[in-house]
């Protein structure tokens, strides 16, 4: 099994954006989604956003639907998390996960994680 080595993560000003990049050539799971995840410092790991590979149906949770827009390039095998309008409480190491299901109600990843991309947004 092979870990995502996620990209694009900086330090930005509220209010700016970024451009997360996912690896996802090697899924784990037919039929899963890729999600992003995130977990902000002392805190446990959040879902974020999932997008079928198969279909393109997308999820997000409430927390960033309409700031936070996943998306996949077939052609480049990635799947990205534009993420517009950041706030300081959306610092946090941000995951992907080729391995994303629903599961008991709640979203989760299936595969091995990556290192992470850290995300940190300055007032």
């Known amino acids: 099994q092979v870990q995502p080595v996620e990209s694009g993560g900086g330090v930005v000003q509220a209010g700016g954006s970024l451009r997360l990049s996912c690896p996802a050539s090697r899924r784990t799971f037919t039929g899963y989604a890729v999600g992003w995840f995130r977990q902000p410092p002392g805190k446990q790991r959040e879902f974020l956003a999932a997008?079928?590979?198969?279909?393109?149906?997308?999820y997000y949770a409430d927390s960033v639907k309409g700031r936070f827009t996943i998306s996949r390039d077939s052609v480049k095998s990635t799947v990205d998390l534009q993420m517009n309008s950041l706030k300081p409480e959306d610092t946090a190491v941000y995951y992907c996960n080729t391995g994303t299901r629903k599961y008991e109600g709640s979203w989760h990843g299936f595969s091995p994680w990556g290192q992470g991309t850290q995300v940190t947004v300055s007032s």
């Open positions: 997008i079928s590979w198969t279909d393109g149906s997308t």
